[in-house]
C-alpha cells in the first residue's frame, strides 16, 4: 500500500509546497498543525524554487510518530502551548476532517497566527462526493491508523468560518490538480480545498 500511495503522496506534496513557499517571508516561524511525518515541513524547506532565508517550520500533533525531519511538539490536541500571534503562518493540511472539534482547533490556529492560517482540506458538494471523498480518506489514512470521521463541508461552509475567527480570506483555491494521472479527475479536482486566510486585517484596519 505504501508503494502505491508513495507516487501520489510525493506529488500532493510538490502542489501544496508550489502554493505555500511564495506566501512565506523571509525569516518567517511557520507551524505545520497536524503535521503528521513532517514531510510537509521538510519539503518546503527544500522548495525547488527556494524558500525564503531563515524560515522556520516547526510540527504540533496529537499523536507525535518520532523520527519526523522537523522539530515536532506533542500536545493534547486542544489548547496548543503557545501565546497568542507567536508564529507567522500555520497550516492545517487535511487534519480539520480528522478533527472532532475542528472549529475549536480552527480558533487555536487563528490565535497563534500573526498572519495567516493555510487551511488544506475536501469539499464536498452532493452524496456522490462525498462517497468519492470518503472512499479516498479510508485509502489514505486507513492503512496509517489515522481515524476517520468521514465529515466534510461544503464551499459554502468553507466561506462562513474565517468571520468566525475575525479572519479573512487572501485567496482561495475551488480546485486542485493535486494528484498524478487519471487519479486526479477522480480525486482531485473539485473534491480539494485549499485557502490562505489573513489573521492581521484587523491589526492593519
Ligand atoms: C491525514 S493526516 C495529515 C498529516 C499532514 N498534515 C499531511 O498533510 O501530510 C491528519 C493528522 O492530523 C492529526 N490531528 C488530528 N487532529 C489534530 C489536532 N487537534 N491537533 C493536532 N493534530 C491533529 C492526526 O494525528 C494526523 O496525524
Same mark, same amino acid.
Given at each position: 500500500?505504501?508503494?502505491?500511495?508513495?507516487?501520489?503522496?510525493?506529488?500532493?506534496?510538490?502542489?501544496?509546497?508550489?502554493?505555500?513557499?511564495?506566501?512565506?517571508?523571509?525569516?518567517?516561524?511557520?507551524?505545520?498543525?497536524?503535521?503528521?511525518?513532517?514531510?510537509?515541513?521538510?519539503?518546503?524547506?527544500?522548495?525547488?524554487?527556494?524558500?525564503?532565508?531563515?524560515?522556520?517550520?516547526?510540527?504540533?500533533?496529537?499523536?507525535?510518530?518520532? =523520527? *519526523? &525531519?522537523? /522539530?515536532?511538539? !506533542?500536545?493534547?490536541?486542544?489548547?496548543?502551548?503557545?501565546? $497568542?500571534?507567536?508564529?507567522?503562518?500555520?497550516?492545517?493540511?487535511?487534519?480539520?476532517?480528522?478533527?472532532?472539534?475542528?472549529?475549536?482547533?480552527?480558533?487555536?490556529?487563528?490565535?497563534?497566527?500573526?498572519?495567516?492560517?493555510?487551511?488544506?482540506?475536501?469539499?464536498?458538494?452532493?452524496?456522490?462526493?462525498?462517497?468519492?471523498?470518503?472512499?479516498?480518506?479510508?485509502?489514505?489514512?486507513?492503512?496509517?491508523?489515522?481515524?476517520?470521521?468521514?465529515?466534510?463541508?461544503?464551499?459554502?461552509?468553507?466561506? =462562513? *468560518? &474565517?468571520? /468566525?475567527?475575525? !479572519?479573512?480570506?487572501?485567496?482561495?483555491?475551488?480546485?486542485? $490538480?493535486?494528484?498524478?494521472?487519471?487519479?486526479?479527475?477522480?480525486?482531485?479536482?473539485?473534491?480539494?480545498?485549499?485557502?490562505?486566510?489573513?489573521?492581521?486585517?484587523?491589526?492593519?484596519?
Amino acid at each position: 500500500m505504501a508503494r502505491m500511495h508513495k507516487p501520489i503522496y510525493e506529488h500532493r506534496l510538490r502542489v501544496l509546497v508550489a502554493q505555500i513557499v511564495p506566501c512565506l517571508r523571509a525569516g518567517d516561524r511557520v507551524l505545520d498543525v497536524g503535521c503528521g511525518n513532517g514531510t510537509l515541513g521538510a519539503a518546503l524547506l527544500a522548495a525547488p524554487l527556494g524558500c525564503p532565508a531563515g524560515v522556520v517550520v516547526e510540527g504540533l500533533e496529537r499523536v507525535v510518530r518520532g =523520527g *519526523e &525531519p522537523i /522539530k515536532v511538539h !506533542a500536545y493534547d490536541g486542544k489548547v496548543m502551548p503557545l501565546e $497568542d500571534k507567536s508564529v507567522d503562518v500555520v497550516i492545517v493540511a487535511d487534519v480539520l476532517h480528522h478533527e472532532e472539534q475542528p472549529d475549536r482547533l480552527l480558533r487555536e490556529c487563528a490565535r497563534v497566527s500573526r498572519r495567516l492560517v493555510i487551511i488544506k482540506d475536501h469539499r464536498i458538494s452532493g452524496a456522490l462526493s462525498k462517497w468519492r471523498v470518503s472512499l479516498m480518506d479510508w485509502a489514505a489514512n486507513a492503512p496509517y491508523g489515522v481515524p476517520c470521521l468521514f465529515r466534510y463541508n461544503t464551499l459554502a461552509q468553507w466561506r =462562513g *468560518e &474565517p468571520a /468566525k475567527f475575525n !479572519a479573512t480570506i487572501e485567496h482561495e483555491l475551488t480546485s486542485m $490538480d493535486l494528484y498524478p494521472g487519471l487519479w486526479n479527475p477522480v480525486f482531485g479536482k473539485d473534491l480539494q480545498y485549499m485557502v490562505f486566510w489573513r489573521t492581521d486585517k484587523a491589526e492593519n484596519a
